[in-house]
Nanobody, 118 residues
């Protein structure tokens, strides 16, 4: 089992920036795919960004050009840099780790709240 712990969320004004971190309890090298998803009450969880080995990062349409995902295997950490934040970015952001060709290997963090408001 692996534990994923998100941090870096909080309250930020529109146009501001935040960097989320997802720290894993053990090596993330086993996971070829890691990502960030977000959820608003009453709506389905949606893709924010994923980073998969051998593939360009993937971003949800609503965050393209504003968010950047990266990973540091030595630190067992995945990051989400969020710029030009909008009120509609307000959500709980969840970290995910998995193996793209194995549906049975999937882990989720508990989430971190991001609130964008003036």
């Amino acid at each position: 089992q692996v534990q994923l712990v998100e941090s870096g969320g909080g309250l930020v004004q529109p146009g501001g920036s935040l960097r989320l971190s997802c720290a894993a309890s053990r090596s993330i090298r086993v996971f070829n795919s890691m990502g960030w998803y977000r959820q608003v009450p009453g709506k389905q969880r949606e893709l924010a960004a994923t980073i998969t080995s051998g593939t360009s990062p993937t971003y949800g349409d609503s965050v393209k050009g504003r968010f950047t995902i990266s990973r540091d295997n030595d630190k067992n950490t995945v990051y989400l840099q969020m710029n030009s934040l909008k009120p509609e970015d307000t959500a709980v952001y969840y970290c995910h780790a998995g193996i793209s060709w194995s549906r049975s290997v999937t882990y989720w963090g508990q989430g971190t709240q991001v609130t964008v408001s003036s």
